[in-house]
């Protein structure tokens, strides 16, 4: 069955970086676009990034943009999301999502998600 | 950007109907999908393209979809329905094409 499985989260002061990734497994990771999306506590969800299925587009909400960069290795099926230049906004669990296979631009798999707390 | 609103809670008695509304500008010209999000869980996609159901969501859960709303249709609302509820549209014309709804919490008395 598909199952994805974020890692990285944890405590960094704000401007400092991190790096998520995100392992994939059940299904041919190579043909599917990718997400990030995120959820500050208590709130809402709030969409951070895509990355096509063969990398070769990439797009970000304003609120991360710049700051962030989404990447994949299809080889090794793992997403990743690098943060720099952290603020206490973007404190949040950071879920990765699969788009569904026929470009709906629908979720139809999350993994559990990973805490991103920043704070000094 | 496209900004799409729901009502921030909904209750409702077990075996009632519950209903959530999800706003938008024109928001019957899009395909609106609706994410459940039981507490300390990842949301579950429940309906897609309005009113279609994923395999192994139950029959209790439609949608709807016109004019300035969309909507999610809970029928016997159970204990377990309890949960967020998030709806979701791609808006092509905007930087931030992927809009989620404010969420809707549903409260089973």
């Known amino acids: 069955q598909v199952q994805l499985v974020e890692s990285g989260g944890g405590v960094v002061q704000p401007g400092r970086s991190l790096r998520l990734s995100c392992a994939a497994s059940?299904?041919?990771?190579?043909?599917?676009?990718m997400h990030w999306v995120r959820q500050s506590p208590g709130k809402g969800l709030e969409w951070v990034a895509v990355?096509?299925?063969?990398?070769?587009?990439?797009y970000y909400a304003d609120s991360v943009k710049g700051r962030f960069t989404i990447s994949r290795v299809n080889s090794k099926n793992t997403l990743y999301l690098q943060m720099n230049s952290l603020r206490a906004e973007d404190t949040a669990i950071y879920y990765c999502?699969?788009?569904?296979?026929?470009?709906?631009?629908?979720?139809?798999?999350w993994g559990q998600g990973t805490l991103v707390t920043v704070s000094s | 950007s496209y900004v799409l609103t729901q009502p921030p809670s909904v209750s409702v008695a077990p075996g009632q109907t519950a209903r959530i509304t999800c706003g938008g500008n024109?928001?019957?010209?899009?395909?609106v999908h609706w994410y459940q999000q039981r507490p300390g869980q990842a949301p579950v996609l429940v309906v897609y393209d309005d009113s279609d159901r994923p395999s192994g969501i139950p029959e209790r859960f439609s949608g709807s979809n016109s004019g300035n709303t969309a909507t999610l249709t809970i029928s016997r609302v159970e204990a377990g329905d309890e949960a967020d509820y998030y709806c979701?549209?791609?808006?092509?014309?905007?930087?931030?094409?992927?809009?989620f709804g404010t969420g809707t919490k549903v409260t089973v008395l």
């Open positions: 059940g299904f041919t990771f190579h043909s599917y676009a």
């Open positions: 990355i096509s299925y063969d990398e070769s587009s990439k």
């Open positions: 999502a699969r788009e569904e296979v026929r470009g709906t631009n629908l979720f139809d798999s």
């Open positions: 979701q549209v791609w808006d092509s014309s905007s930087d931030h094409p992927y809009v």
């Open positions: 024109n928001i019957g010209t899009k395909s």
